[in-house]
């Protein structure tokens, strides 16, 4: 990885304190930890991998300056005193991955901040209010199909009791596992951050999208953050011979949902450019080759960065099922899984970003975030912001997930510029 991430590299990138080699041998020592058979990361939350990486940066948060500590949820901060005693910027992301994932998601954004911080104590710069480097624990959630769990726990939204009933893969209890990572449910409640002595947070992340690759651009600003709804609909009609029964007397439960998935394709362009929905799960019954499909359950994913037109998109979604139910004859049912509140990052903050990135002669390039990340959480709480890095392909969740080393040390670069300008922007 450390090879063909140089192999290409413009050195002219390094100034202001800024070493893309140092950020290069980084990325690929922490690749290094739970590697797969198919060079992919295998970190899961709270394992002994992601800890082993936790401690790892740990090490190089003291190479650059930073005291370091841990909270009850396992985040890791690394904190640079700043000349004035005000609420701090926080800036990071986590180094969990999903099984067999890349070598970007998460890990960039960890040591983009605190490259930023190397680069400060090298040339002797020091912020005008505190700036800590951070990790968030399981922001992944491969582990108990969670997720985010570690930044939750930070802004003290932690559903504990759901915790308590989470199984892994191999039946060890969210508690156990815990407690093998030296937490416990005790410590994890009593890990919020008091949201005052915080004044933003910054997160940089891989785009896991091609928006910037086809614009040809190292970086984009995100506009927001979109929150998923989950619909469960469950379409039923009547099984019968395929053979038969006519065409014109079916009650087929799969023609109807085929008919409401081209459907739900149509309808997001319709409301917002920002809003996507994904119809990625059926379950057909009886699943027979011969048989008229009697019964459909099937998944909606719909999101969108702006609540008001996501909401506006569940009500057509939900109306184009009735409107079919009522062409074929077959019933159709519903039941909301998850529902959760989009995060628009704030105009001032987007100006921000675009003015660091026009510095850096960079053109400034607005996108959403369809992903959640542990921005989305804490965002909630108070003031964040994100920057995305160019992704080859647009591949993530992958070990051919890619990010060249130009981009990411523009990255760091734009999020230099943005922390030192913005320090004395934000409210006391």
């Known amino acids: 990885m450390l090879q063909r991430l140089l192999s290409n590299y413009d050195s002219s990138l390094d100034h202001s304190g800024v070493n893309g080699e140092r950020l290069a041998n980084r990325l690929a020592e922490l690749s290094e930890i739970g590697r797969t058979s198919e060079n992919g990361s295998y970190r899961l939350g709270f394992s002994a991998e992601e800890r082993q990486a936790k401690e790892l940066v740990k090490k190089w948060m003291t190479e650059a300056g930073l005291t370091v500590k841990e909270d009850g949820a396992g985040n890791v901060f690394g904190r640079k005193e700043g000349s004035r005693d005000l ?9 969990d991955s999903v099984p067999n994932g890349g070598h970007f998601d998460g890990p ?25 480097v951070v990790i968030f624990s399981d922001e992944e959630g491969s582990r108990f199909n969670g997720g985010l769990t570690g930044s939750t726990a930070f802004v ?11 199984t892994d893969k191999d039946g060890l209890s969210f ?3 815990l407690e093998k990572d030296g937490l416990s449910i005790e410590t994890i409640a009593v890990a919020k951050r008091n949201a005052e002595d915080v004044a933003m947070f910054v997160e940089v992340h891989i785009e896991q999208g091609k928006r910037l690759e086809k614009n040809d651009l190292p970086v984009g600003i995100v506009t927001g953050i979109a929150g998923p709804v989950w619909l469960e609909l469950t379409f039923d009609g009547e099984a ?3 053979g038969n029964t006519p065409m014109n007397d079916r009650r087929d439960a799969l023609a109807a949902a085929s008919a409401f998935i081209g459907k739900v394709q149509e309808l997001p362009g319709t409301i917002s450019e920002s809003a996507v929905a994904t119809i990625g799960k059926l379950e057909v019954h009886p699943n027979g080759v011969n048989v ?3 019964q459909v359950k099937l998944y909606v994913d719909a999101r969108d960065i702006h609540e008001e037109t996501r909401d506006q998109l569940i009500i057509q979604i939900l109306e184009a099922a009735e409107v079919i139910s009522g062409q074929t004859g077959v019933d159709v049912t519903w039941k909301e899984m998850i529902r959760k509140q989009p995060v628009p990052i704030r105009k001032d903050l987007q100006d921000f970003f675009s003015n660091a990135v026009e510095a850096n002669g960079i053109q400034p390039y607005f996108l959403p975030s369809g992903a959640g990340h542990d921005a989305m959480i804490v965002g909630r709480h108070i003031p964040a912001a994100m920057l995305f890095v160019r992704s080859q392909d647009g591949v993530s969740h992958n070990p051919a997930e890619w990010s060249s080393l130009n981009d990411c040390v523009q990255g760091v670069h734009v999020l230099k510029t943005f922390l030192e300008r913005s320090m004395d922007e934000l409210p006391e």
């Open 108 to 132: 960039l954004g960890v040591l983009s901040a605190l490259e930023v911080a190397q680069a400060w104590q090298e040339t002797g710069y020091v912020p005008e209010r505190p700036f800590e």
């Open 156 to 166: 003290g939204e932690l559903d504990l009791e759901r915790q308590r009933t989470m």
């Open 240 to 242: 019968g011979h395929a």
């Open 87 to 95: 609420p701090a910027i926080l800036s990071g992301s986590h180094v």
């Open 175 to 177: 508690e156990h596992v």
């Open 292 to 294: 008229i499909p009697g």
